[in-house]
């Protein structure tokens, strides 16, 4: 079985600011883990993948994530919110097994303040 | 290019109507995916298809009917809703079902209302 707990469901942040998004997962085989953004009335874009490559993963529009096995997170940063980066995001597992399901966090709205 | 496109992009149909949702990818992606997102939930999976067999089907009420013709389509027949059908339509595709090479992409969405 596999889940994922994305710590916070809102997030504030000023433009110009670090960007913070908490995600942890629980997986009993070698996961992959994405981030997906979703603008509001739009459909999941990909920000970027973890597939047992690289720990630090880089994705598009400055983001990037860290997979750290032994505290079993994928947290999402970014060093200058814009306020473009206003949406949700979804952190997501997938546990490689075949059945490929992906198993999605609950979310958290990015909110950036001008 | 991993563009899915989907069609129509909003759906407003009565209870008795009968309606298709439709989605297409030319990306050569042999796993096609219908996804249900209600608001300020996360998607939740409907169906599955690989090498355009129904593979997963998530326990899902038999007024949604999937259909996959080919492999670039993937189609979603719609027949007698319920209000509380009214979401956010995802379909998105993968390169196969099985293996590293199993990020989806998704397509926009189409907003689904049954009055």
């Known amino acids: 079985a596999q889940s994922v707990t994305q710590l916070d469901s809102h997030v504030s942040v000023s433009e110009g600011t670090p960007v913070l998004l908490r995600c942890n997962y629980s997986?009993?085989?070698?996961?992959?883990l994405f981030w997906y953004v979703q603008h509001p009335n739009k459909g999941l874009q990909l920000l970027l993948k973890?597939?047992?490559?690289?720990?630090l993963v880089k994705g598009i529009n400055g983001f990037e994530a860290e997979f750290k096995k032994s505290e079993t997170s994928f947290h999402l940063t970014k060093p200058s919110a814009h306020m473009s980066d206003a949406a949700e995001y979804f952190c997501?597992?997938?546990?490689?097994?075949?059945?490929?399901?992906?198993?999605f966090g609950s979310g958290t709205r990015l909110q950036v303040q001008p | 290019d991993t563009e899915v496109t989907q069609t129509p992009k909003h759906l407003v149909m009565g209870m008795t109507n009968k309606k298709s949702l439709k989605c297409e990818q030319h990306?050569?992606?042999?796993?096609m995916y219908w996804y249900k997102q209600k608001a300020k939930k996360p998607p939740e999976l409907m169906f599955v298809?690989?090498?355009?067999?129904?593979?997963i089907n998530e326990s899902v009420p038999s007024r949604f009917s999937p259909e996959c013709p080919n492999s670039s389509l993937l189609n979603l027949h719609l027949h007698a809703l319920q209000p509380e059908d009214s979401a956010l339509y995802l379909c998105?595709?993968?390169?196969?079902?099985?293996?590293?090479?199993?990020?989806?992409?998704f397509g926009p969405g189409t907003r689904l209302t049954v009055l």
């Open positions: 973890y597939t047992s490559a690289a720990t």
């Open positions: 997501v597992v997938s546990d490689n097994t075949g059945r490929r399901a992906l198993t």
């Open positions: 998105a595709s993968s390169l196969r079902l099985a293996g590293v090479e199993d990020t989806q992409y």
């Open positions: 997986s009993s085989y070698s996961p992959s």
């Open positions: 990306m050569g992606h042999r796993a």
């Open positions: 298809y690989s090498y355009e067999k129904l593979s």
